[in-house]
């Protein structure tokens, strides 16, 4: 009797578990795509329902310099120029430690030394952003309060809250394009007699110049929009800060203390949308930037 032979011009077991995969990961992928098309496209409609629906100058909402939703003044500049300001003074804070310590992890000469660096960054960088608050409310506001006077309240404190939360990200990027530049340049040009010095400032800072550039841009976006721990440090007041000890306020800060507040579709609720969607628009020129940056990378090999 002979044994059935089997079928070879059906498609193999194989072949159709890929087709199955392949459908789920497009699909996911989808998903995912039809997802942030909502976001953004629920953020455009709430945010612009300020001057659609209650006619609000769009000049007045970027330049106004009162932000007073009870009286009906939707002047945004202050908290634009607040984040701004905090986000550039904790980048300003936090690049030159980023920098020493991103050298040192690279010149340590043991690889489980760096892993182990590397693992406590990564510890730092979980650390839940409330907890980040609390320490500037214990430590550095009665310190800033002793050294400047005032409440202890401000951007400045903001500032050193998000130098110390971005330090891990920062640090992390700058190792990794330190350590994007080929060893054999390195050993060629000790070979050829340069110090170390000389290796690290005509070799390894011009060709790792694209990597940090990305790696500020990426750690300014991650303080702009940081908002838990700014929230519980900065003060909350929407002027234009004039001193080192002023009160601020940011767009993220106004945004969680103030939502909750408001009803659907008031004057106050749609203002506070308009802030999320500048906040969302500033948000996406840092990661185009990061982009055109990372695009714009040469290969060293």
Known sequence: MKKSQPDLFQPAI????????????????????????????FT???????????????TAFLTGVHWLPARGSFGALPLIYGSLLVSAVSLLLAGPLALG?????????????????????????????VVYGLVGIVVVIPLLRELLGGTGYGWLAAAIILAVMILPVLITLTADAFAAVPRKYQVSAA??????????????FPLATARLKTALVFSFAQAFGEAVAVQMVVGNAALLPIKLNSPAATLTSVITINLGDT????????????????????SLVFNLLTHYLIRGKKDFE
């Open 191 to 204: 070979a050829l007699g340069a110090t170390k010095f000389q290796i690290w400032r005509t070799l390894i």
């Open 44 to 58: 455009v409609f709430q945010g612009t329902a300020l001057f659609r629906k209650q006619q609000f100058s769009l």
């Open 14 to 41: 194989a072949a159709r578990r890929e087709k199955v995969g392949h459908f789920i990961v497009s699909l996911a992928a989808m998903l995912i795509i039809l997802l942030v098309i909502i976001v953004l496209g």
């Open 263 to 282: 009803s659907l579709n008031s004057s106050q609720n749609n203002a506070l949308w308009s802030l999320a969607l500048v906040l969302l628009l500033m």
């Open 101 to 129: 310590t991103a050298i040192f992890i690279t010149e340590l000469p043991h690889k489980h030394w760096q892993q182990l660096f590397r693992s406590g960054l990564s510890i730092l960088a979980g650390i839940p952003a």
